[in-house]
């Protein structure tokens, strides 16, 4: 009996990691390719919240969770269009541009939540994303149950990790991208157009920063609520330099993160005298400890953060 409420345990904490680990691993994909193109962005906090207000939003007006979340993407490219012209076209410093979007976003979505639903306790009924079986592969003892009895969006997460992988290292706009992030110069000698690759990727991964944002609204929660992104776009730019810039190490930094949300979620469950407060600081500690480790041992694209001057 005690071994199968072990069992049990275990499963329900590496469900809940796998699933709290998503939106973060959306958000971290979606950096990996800004990263090897060259550009740093710190404004993923801000696409993040636009696009789970975005997505709540569609999924109230038509009715449907993924026409929500197709919503938060366009949103979120939208907005990654934005940045583009300011870093890329305009040369601005993508680090000021960055906090200025995740100012941006919070105030746009505090301002618009409160203009489309008003500001009431009894938030309306949106359509959420379900959890969906897949047969035979759930039957897998602990592995399979928890991990094929999750949503579809955790399936389509896990699925971009290899993909991911695969363009960037083994198809020739993934070689363009990152020759573009390492040497921008050598990379235009040689006919590749540095802006549309640096535009392309940002847009793409500003709309995978949407849909984290969506699914972080209709999918671990039901609902928008002002700031609930609460530093998880920060914490994925951590794991996609935790992971340096590969997408099997920023699975598997994303876990990491994901594990220190759901530890909070049983310890506070556990019915534990301790104040709330210091659970909440878990995933967040668990981000300051491994960046402080990696201090040093880290080398991003070489051309992290430059402007490109087409001479």
């Known amino acids: 009996m005690l071994s199968e409420s072990f069992a049990n345990a275990v499963i329900s904490f ?13 958000a971290a994909i979606g950096l990996i390719f800004m990263g090897r193109s060259g ?8 696409k993040m919240l636009i696009g789970a207000l975005a997505g709540v939003a569609g999924s109230y007006y038509l009715n449907s969770a993924w026409l929500g979340m197709l919503v938060a993407m366009l949103c979120g490219g939208l907005v990654g269009l934005l940045f583009a012209y300011l870093v890329v076209t305009l040369k601005a410093s993508q680090v000021v541009i960055g906090a200025a979007i995740n100012i941006l976003g919070l105030g746009l979505t505090t301002t618009f939540a409160r203009v489309i639903f008003g500001v009431n306790l009894a938030p309306p009924q949106i359509d959420t994303f379900k959890p969906m079986i897949i047969p035979v ?9 928890a991990i094929f009895k999750q949503m579809p969006v955790v399936y389509i997460g896990l699925l971009l990790v290899p993909l991911t992988y695969i363009v960037l290292y083994k198809t020739p706009i993934g070689l363009k ?3 573009v992030g390492e040497h921008p110069k050598a990379a235009d000698t040689l006919g590749v157009n540095v802006f549309n690759i640096r535009y392309g990727t940002i847009i793409f991964g500003s709309m995978l920063i949407g849909a984290a944002g969506a699914f972080l609204s209709l999918g671990l929660l039901s609902f928008f609520t002002e700031d609930m992104v609460a ?14 810039w590969n997408p099997l190490g920023v699975l598997g930094a994303t876990l990491i993160f994901g594990a220190g949300d759901a530890l909070h979620f049983r310890l506070q469950a556990g019915g534990n005298t ?12 668990l981000t300051v400890l491994a960046l402080a480790g990696l201090v040093g041992r880290v080398n991003p694209p070489a051309a992290s ?3 490109y001057v087409k001479e």
């Open 14 to 26: 590496l469900a809940t990691d796998i699933r709290t680990a998503t939106p973060i691993l959306l």
């Open 39 to 46: 550009i740093v962005n710190i404004g993923a906090e801000g």
């Open 137 to 145: 592969l759930s039957n897998i003892p602990i592995l399979g149950h």
């Open 177 to 179: 991208i990152r020759a």
């Open 231 to 244: 530093g998880r776009g920060f914490i994925a730019l951590a794991a996609v330099i935790f992971g340096k």
């Open 274 to 285: 301790i104040p709330y407060q210091f659970f909440l600081m878990i995933p967040y500690i």
């Open 305 to 307: 953060g430059k402007p």
